[in-house]
């Protein structure tokens, strides 16, 4: 069988007890973990299972971490740790079925300002997206060739960012980018943006 941790080694192994409630393996060989390019959704939560939907196709697409956004029209702004922890169960599931190195990242929920302070003020060498509407904005698949290496891709609620908060990306460098001529839902715009940036890694 394969194995893998969260730092994201692989390894093969032999499955050498398996019980009611623990497994125990042994370990053969241990694949170290590869330098791969590594992309965050930061996204508003859409409504009811439309939000696990989304983490569970993240997870898929191979997006390194999600982090819930309390943007300033956000609807949901999930409380405590029942829905944190139900996210990293289906990510843990998702990354089983897609044979992924590691599981998707679930960070805590974060508003704009504090994502700006923690995310960027840490990955200095990350590029930032916030999707637009905008007609100005950037097509995507004009940013992928060549494919960033760290990517933070905003998506705003369905009611949009604020003025306010345009600013401050503005202010921060990140670069407005369009998906499509529509208007889409914000697990759809966030899946759309994974899969791009899936797709163009070799």
Request: glycine share 6%.
């Given at each position: 069988?394969?194995?893998?941790?969260?730092?994201?080694?692989?390894?093969?192994?032999?499955l050498?007890?398996?019980?009611?409630?623990?497994?125990?393996?042994?370990?053969?060989?241990?694949?170290?973990?590869?330098?791969?390019?590594?992309?965050t959704?930061?996204?508003?939560?859409?409504?009811?299972?439309?939000?696990?939907?989304?983490v569970?196709?993240?997870?898929?697409?191979?997006?390194?971490?999600?982090?819930?956004?309390a943007?300033?029209?956000?609807?949901?702004?999930?409380?405590?740790?029942n829905?944190?922890?139900?996210?990293k169960?289906?990510?843990?599931?998702?990354?089983?079925?897609?044979?992924?190195?590691?599981?998707?990242?679930?960070?805590?929920l974060?508003?704009?300002?504090?994502?700006?302070?923690?995310?960027?003020g840490?990955?200095?060498?990350?590029?930032?997206?916030?999707?637009?509407?905008?007609?100005?904005?950037?097509?995507v698949?004009?940013?992928l060739?060549?494919?960033?290496?760290?990517?933070?891709?905003?998506?705003?609620?369905?009611g949009?960012?604020t003025?306010?908060?345009?600013?401050?990306f503005?202010?921060?460098?990140?670069?407005p980018v369009?998906?499509?001529?529509?208007?889409?839902?914000?697990?759809?715009?966030?899946?759309?943006?994974?899969?791009?940036?899936g797709?163009?890694?070799?």
């Open positions: 069988m394969e194995v893998f941790d969260d730092e994201g080694r692989q390894a093969s192994a032999v050498i007890h398996s019980g009611a409630s623990d497994a125990a393996v042994f370990v053969t060989q241990i694949v170290e973990k590869q330098n791969a390019a590594e992309w959704i930061a996204a508003a939560v859409p409504k009811g299972e439309r939000a696990d939907w989304m569970e196709k993240l997870s898929e697409l191979g997006a390194t971490a999600f982090i819930p956004l943007a300033e029209r956000s609807v949901v702004v999930p409380q405590g740790s829905k944190m922890d139900r996210w169960r289906i990510a843990i599931e998702s990354a089983k079925q897609s044979r992924r190195a590691m599981p998707l990242r679930i960070e805590p974060t508003t704009v300002d504090q994502l700006f302070a923690n995310q960027m840490a990955n200095q060498s990350s590029v930032g997206w916030y999707l637009s509407t905008e007609p100005s904005a950037t097509p698949m004009q940013l060739t060549p494919a960033p290496q760290r990517v933070l891709a905003m998506v705003g609620p369905e949009g960012w003025d306010g908060e345009m600013k401050a503005e202010k921060a460098g990140f670069v369009k998906l499509t001529s529509t208007i889409l839902r914000v697990e759809t715009a966030a899946i759309a943006i994974a899969a791009l940036m797709s163009s890694q070799p």
